[in-house]
């Protein structure tokens, strides 16, 4: 790809896809992993660093191979991530310190409930975006919660001059959610998955696959108009004996890494690392490629028909304890 230079030249906005793997179910270890890898991505010249879903303290692959695991969720409880917690302020002073916005993925500790979350820190450490996950996927139900309205809001401007917006997983595969993003005119989109397999050719479903995950990324961007980074887990050997998932439905083999970077027309843009290691890809995004794209497809402005199909949503919050004077105040 051809950089433009000169007065009236595209801005370039360097940005990093993690391909990592947790310290498994261990917060403070993991903790210093993400530091150090958003200080590594820095050091490259990223101005942006994405990672996976439930990078801190690892995805809980064990659900696909036994839903009940009284110790393994005790121990997963106790090493997910709070928001207001030395941890989590830790991760903010990193992105201040190297002056780098990070996407974080994270298994949310919430009074002891469980929330796949994601979280948008600008580069100069400030908390942008905190969401959770709208619907957990399948299994993930035994282990994790679901999102109230306000998770709805994922996209923030940044320091970087664009907005950036995040979904987990297959909420990629949602048309309302992911047309509840695109509406926010998100620029640079922050796609995180777990560990992910290779299709095997059986009748397993192809859309769960490395490739089918990957789709929906591309997908995402093309109608977007957005750049995507799509972020995925690692899973080891040392993984898989931890959670004991060698026979389970996913994850039961070494590797799950396909990081990868998509054009707003769906190109890559970065290069591929063999999945079984650890890595971070890069891309440089000339942002003006986003701005060619909207052009000819736009889905929330000249290519839509809001006379005729429209969404409609709920952006509040909802609580399991409400003072009766919030009531009468929302009334």
Not at 215 to 242: C, D, K, N, P, W
Request: hydrophobic fraction near 40%.
């Amino acid at each position: 790809m051809t950089i433009p230079t000169g007065e009236g030249a595209s801005r370039i906005v360097r940005v990093a896809a993690t391909q990592v793997e947790p310290v498994w179910f261990d917060l403070h270890k993991t903790v210093d992993k993400a530091c150090a890898l958003i200080t590594e991505a820095a050091e490259n010249g990223a101005q942006l660093i994405s990672f996976p879903e439930a990078f801190i303290p690892g995805y809980p692959a064990w659900i696909w191979t036994r839903p009940l695991d009284f110790a393994a969720n005790a121990k997963y409880i106790k090493n997910s991530l709070k928001i207001d917690s030395p941890e989590f302020r830790k991760i903010q002073a990193c992105a201040a310190k190297n002056k780098i916005v990070v996407s974080l993925g994270f298994s949310e500790n919430d009074e002891n409930s469980l929330y796949i979350a994601q979280a948008t820190i600008d580069s100069d450490g400030a908390l942008l975006m905190k969401r959770r996950k709208m619907k957990a996927t399948h299994m993930e139900r035994t282990v994790y919660g679901e999102a109230s309205g306000n998770s709805l809001i994922n996209v923030s401007k940044t320091n970087l001059g664009y907005r950036v917006g995040s979904l987990a997983c297959w909420e990629h595969a949602q048309p309302l959610l992911k047309y509840n993003t695109y509406s926010q005119r998100e620029e640079i989109h922050c796609a995180a998955w777990p560990p992910l397999d290779p299709h095997n050719g059986g009748p397993d479903l192809w859309s769960l696959s490395a490739e089918g995950c990957q789709t929906f990324s591309r997908t995402y961007a093309m109608e977007s108009q957005a750049f995507v980074l799509h972020s995925t887990g690692i899973i080891s050997q040392e993984g898989i004996e931890v959670m004991d998932t060698s026979k389970g439905a996913i994850m039961a083999t070494p590797g799950g890494g396909y990081a990868a970077i998509f054009g707003p027309d769906g190109r890559q843009l970065s290069e591929n690392i063999p999945c079984t290691e650890e890595g971070i890809v890069y891309a440089d995004l000339v942002m003006d490629d986003a701005l060619n794209a909207r052009a000819f497809l736009d889905v929330c402005g000249h290519y839509s028909r809001a006379d005729m199909l429209w969404l409609g949503r709920d952006t509040s919050e909802r609580k399991c304890v409400t003072d009766k004077e919030s009531v009468e105040e929302n009334i």
